[in-house]
């Protein structure tokens, strides 16, 4: 193709694109913005949104193997949820383990993100104004920087019948009865792992309660104990309104986390979660379905969604926030 | 060095899908080597202006040239202006010395011209000894002389300042504004100075155009703009306090003041509303009746300044001020203001100067 | 300046009246309701790491010993034993498995920050079509959990032959991450002021120079934030090499210590030794590089 007439149409494509649009366009700006956006974009269109959008649709497909079989509309839902190892209901309503992972995942939802925030507000509270805070949160928060398989590990530890000092200390105070292998309890056992993921959060939500108090005006606490408010009324007329924002997000957070957790239950359970699934996830059933034999690839999808389903309104929060 | 003119010609601006008119047909000619200022109060639309000259804008209607060369498309960097930012835009991260060889280095200027330039344009300014710091640990006026630095290094055809001295204390302001003056003439450079400050318009601007709502009201030298607004708005703009506007009628070549006398003119005979103007500084107060012109009324206050003393005079429930070196009146006197037909301002109902 | 001063100038310091010793320590010393506080802050904080200290204890001490109880202190015995056979681990070494978490790891910070940095850099400043759509795009990725992307990660790089390879795990550890960077780094950039970016155009920057010479370096905090915190995701991921690295020459360091448990007993020693190893290098990081890890998480999910 001549020279001229590839310019001409490059013209041509120009002008018709800018009178479809209504209004000049500058196009070095937007080669810019192509430029800028494209390699980053491309991947996490390839690496993350791509495969998010196959799950959905993968999900109202059969599956032979890895691949896709043919379309089945519902019926991964239908047996997804009536799978005892997600939900059992008759576990359920007698409220004894193993009930499945959704239930057991949303339990360990409700204890753990109040727990873990009031824990962190308590903390970030009672460290505000001692010296030495920064050593104090570096102790309280080194949890959170540990790998989470290594934390899994560390609660087998703690809670192991003869070398867990859990079981120790319970030795000591004179509660030789209640020693026990508490991981192995299957209804006690998902407490016990809910505490020491409280044990790690904590850190996280003590950190952001930490710089939202050190970025209240002190003034304001002096002018408040000059007109007479005792700690528990500074701590409620102003503390805590200042404080409350950043609440939402610790407990977002929370939930997000809880939402990934895998590796912990994994390094302690193993792939089944405990005995039997009693402390089973929602992740680790992906995990089983889509990489362990049998292999469910629709199932393992289904599991993957339920889990997007429950943080989809965290993520319009986020966006509401922005 | 280019010099160069510039030109707009009903250059229009519109934000936001023409919601909002920043600039409205301004025309505007700036000449070779000229010093410029745009004055006008905030959101008048002089910094848009300015920015469509820079490059930073692309007008939404009408025309700019730079000397004959319509520049309306070109980048700010081709179009070889410089511009000095109220803030100062300092690059946080560079030593005053990246700082000011940065327009040099991204034109590939070769490092040794860099030096050269670097040396002169330090020297010029008397930063020489900073060039190792960052603007951080720079005082405001170290960090006006680095931009303004940045500014000439690289020799460009038009200077743009915004509000360049607006973050300065009062006493570096003074001398900067000399400073900036002095600079100017002595590059030789066309310049449009950006500012909402009557005085500092005044004393630096060969000539002056006055931006009110988008648009520009009166393009004159300082001299002209003081002695001949052509606008009440203008005329109550500039001046230091601002012109009285007294209302009254025209009728058979006379004002009739709504406060009562009149003040015969040497207009035709055409009759309507008017108002008329006369500056503080005209106004003579005088206990006695007066043998020429004056109005009637009652001393409100007085304002010694030192320098000088306002009077403020009830007229018809409406305070007149008047400018005096020194006063003996009090408040309460009854007082008559003298002023000559020559200081007289005449605008029509439009506001629009009639003589 | 000595004799400029006038003889009604404030002293220096405050006058000093003599106290006897008792009376300054008793100064110095804390109330009793503070002095209680600092009790109990410290005996929490302690109390916080006391399953680490077990870990730390375990690792340098024989199985024999920990069985009975690591906080038995009398005759004990300090070892290398189990850092040396950790290092050895039969199914995949630790010397092997650490050099291969950070083989994943330093590429999938460095490409994540730089593109990252690209992507957000419009998105704080201009305007295109699709943004708030692309905008809302990766706050759901941010919020969603990795299994969902599993799946189809595992069929794409099976196709491509890029299964059980480092590339293959680096490139969705970059697809994964970039939606959190350019979230974080958007942010930040807003901060960044117009005018800078004014007149480095006027000074004749291209819009590439610009995102190079005053974007980036102004950036750079920002930036180190990223890394230590990308960095510490990165390396403690468990479930992406889980499912995407099957030889056992390519395990990772996190993705071989629940294999260290063995069969019937646990030999914590073993495990410990190599907890500590795997946990070392992310630890160490957040200690050093604190300031930057703090500030990052807090503004990453509290802007």
């Known amino acids: 193709m001549p020279m001229e007439s590839q310019e001409s149409t490059g013209v041509d494509l120009t002008e018709r694109i800018e009178g479809l649009l209504g209004y000049e366009v500058d196009w070095d700006k937007t080669k810019a913005i192509l430029v800028f956006l494209l390699p980053g974009l491309t991947l996490f269109g390839l690496f993350s949104f791509g495969p998010m959008l196959y799950s959905v649709v993968g999900s109202f497909f059969a599956f032979d193997g890895f691949d896709v079989a043919g379309f089945v509309g519902l019926q991964n839902w239908e047996e997804t949820l009536t799978d005892p190892l997600i939900i059992n209901w008759d576990n359920l309503l007698a409220f004894e383990f193993p009930m499945g992972a959704l239930p057991q995942n949303i339990l360990w939802m409700i204890l753990h993100v109040p727990a873990s925030t009031l824990l962190g507000l308590g903390l970030a509270l009672l460290f505000a104004d001692l010296k030495g805070k920064r050593i104090l949160r570096t102790l309280v928060f080194l949890g959170f920087t540990t790998p989470t398989v290594v934390i899994g590990l560390v609660l087998l530890f703690v809670y192991d019948p003869q070398a867990g000092i859990f079981n120790g200390f319970l030795r000591v105070i004179g509660m030789e009865g209640m020693v026990r292998d508490w991981l192995s309890r299957p209804q006690i056992a998902i407490y016990a792992l809910v505490a020491g993921g409280v044990w790690v959060q904590t850190g996280f939500s003590m950190l952001l309660y930490s710089s939202a108090l050190a970025s209240i005006d002190p003034a304001l606490l002096e002018s408040a104990r000059i007109d007479g408010a005792g700690p528990f009324k500074r701590f409620k007329d102003i503390i805590w309104p200042l404080v409350k924002p950043v609440t939402a997000v610790v407990v977002i957070m929370g939930m997000i986390w809880v939402l990934r957790i895998f590796a912990i239950v994994y390094a302690a359970g193993g792939p089944s979660g405990g005995p039997n699934h009693v402390y089973s996830v929602l992740g680790l059933e992906v995990f089983n379905s889509a990489f362990q034999v049998p292999v469910e690839y629709g199932k393992a999808m289904v599991v993957a969604l339920i889990e997007l389903i429950i943080a989809l309104p965290l993520a319009a929060y986020i966006a509401r926030m922005e | 060095m280019a010099m160069t003119g510039i030109s707009l010609q009903n250059v229009s601006k519109h934000f936001d899908a023409g919601e909002t008119v920043a600039n409205h047909q301004v025309n505007l000619e700036v000449e070779d080597g000229e010093f410029l200022v745009l004055l006008g109060p905030s959101g008048s639309g002089k910094t848009t202006t300015l920015r469509l000259i820079a490059g930073l804008e692309t007008p939404t209607e009408g025309d700019i040239y730079f000397g004959d060369r319509r520049v309306n498309d070109d980048s700010p960097s081709d179009r070889n202006v410089a511009m000095v930012f109220q803030n100062y835009a300092l690059y946080p991260h560079m030593s005053v010395k990246g700082n000011i060889?940065?327009?040099?280095?991204?034109?590939?200027?070769?490092?040794?011209?860099?030096?050269?330039?670097?040396?002169?344009?330090?020297?010029?300014?008397?930063?020489?000894?900073?060039?190792?710091?960052?603007?951080?640990?720079?005082?405001?006026?170290?960090?006006?002389?680095?931009?303004?630095?940045?500014?000439?290094?690289?020799?460009?055809?038009?200077?743009?300042?915004?509000?360049?001295?607006?973050?300065?204390?009062?006493?570096?302001?003074?001398?900067?504004?000399?400073?900036?003056?002095?600079l100017q003439s002595e590059l030789g450079i066309t310049a449009v100075y950006v500012t909402h400050n009557q005085e500092e318009a005044m004393s630096m601007g060969d000539r002056i155009a006055v931006m009110n709502e988008g648009t520009i009201r009166q393009v004159a030298e300082p001299e002209e703009l003081y002695r001949r607004p052509k606008t009440t708005w203008v005329a109550r703009f500039i001046g230091s306090p601002p012109m009285n506007l007294l209302q009254g009628t025209r009728r058979n070549g006379a004002v009739e003041l709504a406060s009562g006398g009149s003040v015969s003119t040497d207009a035709d005979g055409a009759s309507g509303d008017v108002s008329l103007g006369v500056r503080p500084e005209d106004f003579t107060v005088s206990t006695e009746p007066p043998s020429g012109y004056s109005i009637q009324g009652t001393v409100d206050t007085v304002e010694p300044l030192g320098e000088y003393t306002i009077v403020n005079v009830s007229v018809e429930g409406r305070i007149v001020k008047a400018k005096e070196p020194t006063t003996t009146v009090e408040r309460g006197d009854d007082v008559y203001l003298l002023f000559d037909d020559s200081d007289v301002y005449l605008y029509d109902d439009r506001g629009e100067l009639l003589s | 300046m000595e004799e400029e001063r006038t003889l009604d100038a404030p002293p220096e310091t405050a006058p000093q009246t003599d106290l006897d010793l008792w009376t300054k320590i008793r100064y110095a010393l804390p109330t009793l309701p503070r002095a209680a506080r600092y009790a109990i802050a410290i005996g929490l904080a302690v109390l916080w790491v006391v399953p680490f200290i077990g870990l730390l204890m375990a690792s340098f001490r024989p199985l024999s010993e920990i069985i009975h109880g690591w906080w038995h202190l009398e005759g004990m015995t300090l070892t290398l034993e189990n850092y040396w056979a950790a290092l050895d681990f039969s199914t995949a070494p630790m010397s092997r498995t650490l050099i291969n978490t950070a083989i994943v790891t330093v590429p999938s910070v460095m490409v994540v920050m730089l593109l990252g940095a690209m992507v957000a850099y419009p998105f704080a400043r201009f305007d295109f079509p699709l943004k708030k759509t692309l905008f809302f795009i990766l706050i759901i990725v941010m919020a969603a959990p990795p299994e969902l992307v599993a799946m189809g990660n595992y069929n794409t790089l099976r196709e491509t032959g890029l299964f059980d390879t480092y590339l293959g795990l680096i490139l969705v550890h970059v697809g994964w991450g970039i939606g959190w960077v350019v979230l974080f780094l958007r942010n930040f950039l807003l901060g960044l002021p117009d005018e800078l970016e004014e007149a480095a155009r006027i000074d004749g920057a291209s819009r590439y120079q610009i995102f190079r010479t005053i974007v980036l370096p102004f950036s750079a905090p920002a930036l180190v934030s990223v890394a230590v915190i990308q960095f510490t995701w990165v390396w403690n991921a468990f479930f992406f090499p889980m499912v995407f690295m099957r030889s056992s020459e390519l395990y990772l360091a996190p993705q071989v210590l629940p294999m260290m448990k063995g069969r019937l007993q646990i030999d914590w020693g073993l495990v410990a030794a190599g907890s500590i190893l795997t946990m070392a290098v992310p630890v160490l990081l957040f200690i050093v590089l604190q300031r930057y890890y703090t500030r990052g998480m807090v503004a990453a999910v509290a802007d």
């Open chain 2, 101 to 182: 060889a940065y327009p040099l280095k991204v034109r590939d200027v070769t490092p040794e011209e860099r030096e050269d330039r670097i040396r002169e344009a330090t020297e010029l300014l008397h930063i020489d000894d900073l060039l190792e710091k960052k603007p951080a640990e720079l005082s405001g006026g170290q960090r006006q002389r680095v931009s303004l630095a940045r500014a000439i290094v690289r020799k460009p055809s038009v200077f743009l300042l915004d509000e360049p001295l607006s973050n300065l204390d009062a006493k570096l302001r003074l001398e900067m504004r000399s400073e900036l003056k002095r």
